[in-house]
């Protein structure tokens, strides 16, 4: 054990990693370029003016990008008394006589193997035509003169193939929406 704690292979290892030159200077300056970096060298890189260039802003009078603000909360509104109303969020299966007696497709009952998205939304006291419905891809907004709804979807939903229908009997608007997942073309077949 003592041998490779000797002074000899110390020295002989410290030869291997920087080889001393004709002037028996100190420094590495053979090294390779990985065995120079330290760890001033980890993250951005400095610019000229001392600024990191992941951090640059688009203009002076920018304090943000657009990309750093999370959807939706430009609807957020503290000062606005109207109540939020009740909902139920309902994931929704299309399934057939194959996969529930045969099982030949893939499908399961988790929501990963669901299609739609239902929103349904109780209204009372309100009609059709007071109603202001705005869907993102992650988020439900939802204005009327006495309720507003501003609901961060569990999941990304396809916003432009929708469909929302009123129901006065109820007094409860459902809004349908099929589920925009990344992998859902390969999973659903």
């Known amino acids: 054990m003592e ?58 009078k920018d304090i943000w990008d657009t990309e750093d603000v999370a959807e939706g909360s430009e609807f957020d509104d503290i000062a606005d008394p109207r109540p939020q109303p009740e909902y139920d ?38 009609n059709a035509a007071e109603v202001i419905l705005d869907v993102k891809e992650k988020f439900l907004d939802l204005r009327t003169p006495k309720y507003k709804l501003g609901l961060h979807l569990p999941h990304p939903v396809h916003n432009q193939k929708g469909k929302a229908q009123f129901i006065a009997e109820r007094e409860e608007l459902e809004v349908t929406l099929p589920m925009n997942r990344m992998l859902d073309a390969i999973n659903l077949l």
Not at 6 to 17: E, I, V, Y
Request: with cysteine; net charge negative.
């Open 3 to 60: 041998e490779y704690y000797s002074a000899g292979s110390l020295q002989a290892l410290s030869a291997l990693l920087c080889p001393m030159e004709d002037d028996e200077d100190d420094s590495c300056s053979s090294a390779t370029a990985q065995a120079r970096l330290g760890p001033g060298h980890i993250g951005p890189t400095k610019q000229s003016d001392g600024t990191s260039a992941p951090y640059l802003k688009r203009s002076s």
């Open 89 to 126: 969020i309902v994931l929704k299966q299309h399934v057939g006589a194959e996969d529930l007696f045969l099982g030949m497709t893939r499908k399961d009952p988790s929501s990963m193997c669901c299609e739609d998205m239902v929103v349904k939304i109780k209204l009372p006291d309100t």
